[in-house]
């Protein structure tokens, strides 16, 4: 591809994945403009109009100006959203929505420009109850699952396993002592299930019985695999036990990544796997905007140039 557009990067101030893939596109003249949603309005500021052939404008950052109708590709990765600390409660939460509908509604309508991935389609693959049907629609082997907020149900559930793991729905930081904390994922006993969970919605699963986890990251048209030993339920748990090594999909595998993806509409995706004592892979998530860098020297997988290819829209064979 000859066009000179812009690379949009949308991510927060601390993305090492981002940085790597910003240094592979100025390795190769590709001009970037990264911001953060956070930057607006402060430091960011845009004009933008509807016309016969699209949206047409420009986005200005404090260093770089880019023609909204020229935009190559757009790379999402977990912006901080937008803030209005200097406004009292109410009229922040207007300002909020406005700039969500306005500036993101506008990044999210640009002609001709390639997503990874777009927002709309992050979002709606982030329900986990859809993953899992859609995992399920693909092909995958997913293990049995309950969502539910009924402790009766949830007791029953796991007593008809062998073993069964809590899941939170989504991932929300919490701040121990200062520390910033997510839920673990952990095994549960139908004893431990009291009236509380009627308090809110939960995800129960049965705990496949595994040997490994593997990794797989969908870049475009490329597929990486990485198989992860640790030991652990939970392998981001601890990632000084993690050993690697570079594997290939089972039959049906490939074509169910893709059926999956094709169904989200996205581009980029990582999925998670359990590994069973037959060699049987078992679908447990797919993050449409999942890290995967650091798995690159452990491997020596070329996924920052893949990235780069994808985002670049270079013609692969």
């Given amino acids: 591809m000859t066009d000179s557009g812009p690379v949009l990067v949308v991510t927060n101030l601390d993305d090492p994945t981002t940085d790597l893939v910003i240094e592979e596109l100025h390795g190769r003249d590709v001009p970037v403009v990264r911001f953060d949603s956070g930057d607006f309005p402060t430091t960011l500021s845009f004009e933008a109009m509807i016309t016969a052939d699209g949206v047409k404008g420009f986005l200005h950052t404090p260093t770089r100006t880019a023609d909204l109708s020229r935009v190559r ?26 700039a969500r509908y306005g500036l993101g509604g506008v990044l999210a309508s640009l002609p001709g420009c390639l997503y990874v991935n777009h927002p709309h389609r992050i979002g709606d693959a982030e329900f986990k109850p859809s993953g899992l049907a859609a995992a399920v629609a693909s092909g995958f082997r997913v293990p049995d699952t309950l969502f539910t907020s009924d402790p009766d149900a949830a007791r029953a559930f796991i007593k008809r396993r062998q073993a069964v793991i809590y899941k939170p729905l989504s991932t929300p930081l919490y701040r121990i002592d200062g520390v910033s904390c997510t839920v673990e994922v952990l095994e549960v006993e139908a004893g431990e299930i009291d009236d509380s969970v009627a308090g809110t919605a939960h995800l129960f699963q049965e705990r496949i019985d595994k040997v490994a986890d593997v990794r797989v990251t969908v870049i475009g048209d490329e597929i990486f695999c990485v198989r992860i030993d640790s030991g652990l339920l939970d392998w981001r748990t601890d990632y000084s036990r993690l050993t690697y090594s570079v594997v290939q999909p089972p039959p049906g595998i490939t074509e169910a990544l893709r059926a999956y993806l094709a169904r989200f509409g996205l581009v980029f995706g990582a999925f998670d796997f359990a590994v069973d004592h037959v060699g049987q892979w078992w679908f447990l998530e797919c993050n449409s905007s999942g890290q995967w860098a650091w798995m690159e020297p452990e491997t020596g997988l070329p996924m920052v140039a893949a990235m780069a290819d994808l985002l670049e829209r270079k013609a692969t064979s």
């Fill in 73 to 98: 590709s757009l790379y999402y990765r977990r912006p901080s959203g937008f803030t209005f600390p200097h406004l009292d409660e109410q009229s922040a939460r207007f300002a909020v929505t406005q």
